[in-house]
């Protein structure tokens, strides 16, 4: 990334606005694409809004991915890796993808930082591509606490003062921030109020605690957001963060928080047309959208898959994506599906990617990618030479999650794809509107009995399960165990294979039953197990599997 030095020709700027007056000159944006790391690059968000009518796309707020602030002011070699907001090095004035105004707006740009300094520094590299810069104060995890940053600056409220301040004082846009909860809403309420005091023009609020991550996740509180919005001046601009799995979730949000907004993270990858409400019925749906006999539907994987490569081929290749037949149908000519399908160039088998929190820092990257073999070279510099070609396979990893479970084959050609190789991905495409066609005919043949046995099974394997021990009820209602707990979270969610659809958790008290939690001292012998504390308890506990998205 070249960046563009602030206007000191005389160039008319925008003025400066603060909190509500801002927030209404970016058209008051009610949906957020909540910041990611590693995961709300600018394709991704352009995937997001595309599922919008055009006229809505720019009312669609985003944030980029968490940088480093300190490695985003020192490293050249950083910021080109992450932010692509100008052609470099031939026309170092043209925006070119990320906060470009003809289609990357609104967007906030996000940093973790400790010293004010290095925070202002990296602020005004991107102060001109950008509407507003974001502190991040959300971060739970351990790196975060070895690099004190994110969630970790909240036991010293002064430098939470200073670094927003900083921002205040020195940059020619808003600042903004994300915070999470603290044990009382009544900390939460001091904690928002220095941070609005600092000169925040919004603030956005998970409504989850520090310690709640990994398999202790649990629920976000959407009464601790009410009590800030109830307790707060009118006119401060708040964002809702956490329980968004669905689209119905939005409006249930933003009712029983009062928010100006609600952020989607995890809903958001797994389903990237979350904020576009469902086609009615009896439109013309076209292929994309599937609705059942129930009345239930969502946008086929398939369909969403294609609408991403063919934006990674348009703005980040510069090229038009291959020419595709149409997304089949039961009725259609199905003679293309005995045909074999184009393998994909033979890779090296490499690790499945690890799963990142919406929150916190990209890890180091792997020490392997100096040891490729010298064909991978090409692929290589395409991964490292744009943040969207390197994220490819995590978002598919989400995207693709119910129907990799079942295709295991799929699965396997993902872990081993070459990032930045959109060939391969091209070739995965083709598996996947295989496997997808495939169960659209044998749905239609069965008129949807196959599907509804699978769920039936599904049903009577939960039952058989001894209930957990009941959690206190969720925010405005919300389900927090008891002898359901998820699952009927994951009835009401549930959509066949072949549809995007939410990704649920089991809730900690049903970790701990299936084992995937035990106590601390509790004898186990599952390897890979850290430490987590039961919120509000003071009851340790560990916890067994990758860190959560």
Known sequence: MTTLPLPTDG????????GRAFYESIGSPKYVVAPMVDQSEFAWRMLSRSF????????????TPMFHARLF??????????????????????PYL???????RPLFVQFCANDPAHLLAAARLVAPHCDAVDLNLGCPQGIARKGRYGAFLQEDQALVH????????????PVTAKIRVLDTPEATLAYARNVLAAGASVLAVHGRRRDQKGHYTGLADWRVIRYLRDNLPADTVLFANGNVLTHADLERCLAATGADAVMSAEGNLSDPAIFAAPPPEGDDLGREYWRGHDGKGGYRVDAVMRRYMDILHRYVLGQEPPQRRPLFLPGDDAAWLEEPASPPPPQPVHAQPETTNGDEPARKKRKQEGR??????????????????????????????????????????LARARKGDLTVFEGILDQVERKIARGLVEHARTRGRSIEAEWAAEDAKAAAK?????????PDGQDGGGAESSVRTVRACRRPWWIVQPIVRPLPREAMANGAITLKGQKSGAPGRGKAREGGTGVEVEARGRRNV
């Open 11 to 18: 160039t008319p700027q925008r003025p400066k606005l603060h």
């Open 466 to 474: 001894p209930p957990a021990a009941p959690d206190e009820e969720g």
């Open 372 to 413: 490729r073999a010298p064909d991978d070279a090409k692929a290589s510099h395409n991964a490292r030479s744009s943040p969207n070609l390197a994220s490819v396979q995590a978002h598919l990893f989400h995207l693709l999650r119910h129907l990799v479970a079942r295709h295991t084959d799929v699965r396997d050609a």
């Open 162 to 173: 200073r670094l927003v301040r900083a921002l205040a004082d020195g940059l020619p846009v």
């Open 73 to 94: 002011a020192e490293s050249a070699k950083y910021r080109d890796a992450h932010f692509e907001a100008t052609r470099a090095p031939s026309d170092p004035s043209a």
């Open 52 to 63: 919008l009518p055009e006229a809505e796309r720019s009312r669609m707020l985003a944030y």
């Open 98 to 104: 990320d906060g470009n105004p003809a289609f990357d």
